[in-house]
């Protein structure tokens, strides 16, 4: 630092790139879950009960419990029907010049990628948005923007890059400047993540004098404690940490739970006392901490989920079936002897844990019933 204060920096290299962004994929019902979470805190189990509001009594959403991003191929006419009904503020952005009308990608479109239902957009009838819940609209409106969004041009801006050398320390410069906003214009109000730096504009062998330095000291910390966005995320790829290859490729297609019991299982933890919520972070109880001190390996790695969903994916995919009987019968006989090998773990065990027992809820006292009046005989 006392080297380059106040001294005079030389360009050495600069590169600036035009680059495109291209709008969100449409909503399944993690996505959803994840992004209500990060925009407003929602637990994933009040995403998937407002989403399911809406579906079911309102009429306004597609099936929320889907796990596919794309619609079918069947669908533009359908979609563009829905567009046309969508009430204000909406209809001012269908109406935009930047709205491209009849757009059809496979990015968005794609028979593959659908199995029981298709990703969740409005439905064709005309919102009456005065009578949804402040909670309720915020959903709506997730779902109506990315709609709308993947009809909107591509976001583009400039990165710059840009390297300086100051008696003979080199020092990186970058930043970002957009250049047309495209889909970005639908979420203008919210909260910028960072300031995007917007570098000058300079030529290698120009010179600038340092008119500041400051040093930054910082420490390595812990990861953040999880939220319902990060487990969901986790759940949906949960193989994604694991080491070997032929399993995480496998787990893929395999996460923990469906996209409509995940928030169940989470809730669930905090219920059984394992978790507890701390605002929108979701943390380990020391029952939870014990509970898999004592638990062996075998049952709570996802080694152990990853290797039974390749054994499940192999024989399905056997074309002798011959073949996947015998493989059927062998990969039972291992859940068999797995069952037995955690009783007898348990059984062996020497480490006696005592886990922190959840106050009792006495039963309210029941009263005895009232008396009936007596039926008196009228007087002749």
Known sequence: QAQVRGKTGTVTQRSREIKKMLPPQLFDLTTLQREANRKFGYPADKTLQLAQTLYEKHKLLTYPRTDSRYLSSDMPPKIAATLQRLPEPYAQLVRSGDFQKGLVSKRYYDDSKISDHHAIVPTEKVANLNALTPEERSIYDM?????????????????AKITTVVEGREFRSSGNTPLKMGWRILYADEKKPAKEETLPEVQVGDTRPVEKTSLKQSKTKPP???????LLGLM??????????????RMKSAGLGTPAT???????????????????????????????????VQISSPNTTGKWEKALYDMANNPDAALRTAKAERFMSGIRKFAVFLVDAAKAADDTQRFPQSPKKTAPKKRAPAKKPQDKMPKA
Request: charged content about 35%; cysteine-free.
């Open 224 to 230: 953040e404690a999880h939220t319902d966005a990060s």
């Open 262 to 296: 995940r928030a169940a299982i989470i809730q669930r933890l905090i219920q059984a006392g394992y978790a507890k919520r701390s605002g929108k972070k979701i943390q380990s109880t020391e029952k939870g901490q014990r509970l898999i001190a004592v638990t062996p």
């Open 143 to 159: 779902v109506a923007r990315r709609l709308i969004a993947i009809h909107y041009p591509d976001y583009e801006y400039e990165s």
């Open 236 to 249: 949906e790829n949960a193989g994604e940490k694991l080491e070997d290859p032929e399993l995480r490729e």
